[in-house]
């Protein structure tokens, strides 16, 4: 991906149905399936695809990412809290 989001692509609602439709595709899933709650881990994300989703949401956010995102922030409702903190914080500047 390497459309850069627009400023409504950055709210918390759109954030989360991006980052659910992510890890559906990594999975190979109907984002129907992907839990937003559950760990990364326990739904199968693999450490490929944990830093693949890293490099996806520096290209799509143009936010630079700590590698070790999906462990630090293990669910898609964690990650869409702290993406939507960054990136609020960024815009603010």
């Not at 409504?8 to 149905?17: F, L, R, S, V």
């Not at 994300?45 to 700590?66: H, I, K, N, P, Q």
Request: charged content about 25%; aromatic content about 6%; some cysteine.
């Amino acid at each position: 991906m390497t459309d850069t989001a627009s400023a409504a692509d950055t709210a918390p609602e759109a954030i989360h149905t991006w980052l659910v439709d992510r890890v559906a595709y990594y999975l190979e899933r109907p984002a129907t399936d992907v839990d937003p709650g559950a760990d990364l881990a326990e739904l199968g994300l693999d450490s490929v695809y944990a830093l693949t989703l890293c490099g996806d949401v520096e290209d799509r956010y143009a936010l630079v990412v700590e590698p070790t995102l999906a462990w630090d922030h293990p669910t898609i409702e964690a990650i869409t809290a702290h993406l939507a903190t960054e990136l609020a914080h960024r815009d603010a500047s």
